[in-house]
């Protein structure tokens, strides 16, 4: 698997959730398709497939680069700096 630096600068454990879904979308009324966590701060987010994209753009608007998937049963880390799972 790909070695992400960013992983290892990560908070340990992991960062509770700030919120069980968007809080971005539930302001506009709108309705995320899956939700990714930061593992930085806890921020929850729309993945990309939703309309608003507000994982995507919590990163690039803070810095952190990496995520997991919000999903039950998902445990994969993506790293938008690297473009690649981690
Ligand atoms: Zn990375
Ligand atoms: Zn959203
Ligand atoms: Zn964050």
């Known amino acids: 698997m790909y070695e992400c630096p960013h992983v290892a600068g990560l908070p340990h454990p992991e960062p509770d ?45 803070t810095g952190h680069p990496v995520m997991r998937s919000f999903e039950l049963g998902d445990n994969w880390r993506w790293c938008y700096e690297d473009g690649s799972i981690v």
């Open 17 to 61: 959730p700030l919120s069980d879904t968007c809080p971005e979308c539930l302001a506009v009324g709108s309705h995320p398709v899956q939700l990714r966590l930061c593992l930085e701060c806890g921020h929850v987010g729309c993945c990309d497939s939703s309309p608003f994209r507000h994982a995507s753009g919590h990163a690039k608007e």
